[in-house]
């Protein structure tokens, strides 16, 4: 099945440092999500990406989709305590449009 | 307030008991799914369900089984059949299938 590897695993920032996350395919993305989720939490929906090349900013975060829609990445300007979670990207290319979610890059900021 | 309900939030079973996992919504959503999570882990897809009394299996299906009586619920069932059931479970559920997904609170259910 359709596979989406996420990099890094894991970051560890300090507080107003800039990170990223990214999320690459071996195949073409119909579309691409973006969730949130926090320890203990749920994950929570940030942006949908579709078309090639497409960047989408939310306040101190950038949403980039690749032009040969195989890869996405999340970018956060100044981290901030609340940034604290796990950033996970899902596809539904594959079958009845299902999504299938990257394994996440935790994100840990400290002051 | 609209959104999805899921329960127990915590759950303590033996090895061998089936367990039911609650799941409700009132966003008039169509499709619903469960996803399993691993400590560190990402969201693996269990079952979903893009209509009424109608479902299909995700990634890893065996040991489970729903229901989709009513748009509004989504049961799963972790049987005694599945090898490994100590997880967060989550359940979802969204406009369509490819749409943005809605998540509940999960439930977190141990096997001793």
């Known amino acids: 099945g359709q596979q989406v590897m996420q990099i890094p695993q894991y970051q560890h920032v300090q507080e107003g440092e800039d990170f990223t996350t990214y999320c690459n395919s071996s195949?073409?993305?119909?579309?691409i999500q973006w969730y949130k989720q926090r320890p203990g939490g749920h994950p929570v929906f940030l942006i949908q990406l579709v078309k090639s090349g497409e960047v989408k900013k939310q306040k101190r975060l950038t949403f980039q989709f690749g032009e040969a829609k195989k890869n996405s990445s999340l970018h956060i300007t100044a981290t901030q305590t609340t940034d604290v979670g796990t950033y996970f990207c899902?596809?539904?290319?594959?079958?009845?449009?299902?999504?299938?979610f990257g394994t996440g890059t935790r994100l840990q900021v400290t002051l | 307030d609209g959104g999805i309900t899921q329960s127990p939030k915590y759950l303590f079973r033996k090895e061998g008991q089936n367990v039911t996992l609650s799941c409700e919504q009132n966003?008039?959503?169509?499709?619903m799914y469960w996803y399993r999570q691993d400590p560190g882990q990402g969201l693996r897809l269990i079952y979903y369900s893009q209509i009424v009394n109608d479902f299909q299996k995700g990634d890893i299906a065996e040991g489970y089984s729903v229901s989709r009586e009513k748009k509004e619920s989504f049961p799963l069932t972790v049987t005694s059949a599945q090898k490994n059931p100590t997880a967060f479970y989550l359940c979802?559920?969204?406009?369509?299938?490819?749409?943005?997904?809605?998540f509940g609170e999960g439930s977190r259910l141990t096997v001793l």
């Open positions: 966003l008039n959503h169509d499709a």
């Open positions: 195949t073409t993305l119909s579309n």
């Open positions: 899902a596809d539904n290319t594959g079958t009845a449009s299902k999504l299938t």
């Open positions: 979802a559920s969204s406009i369509r299938m490819s749409g943005e997904l809605f």
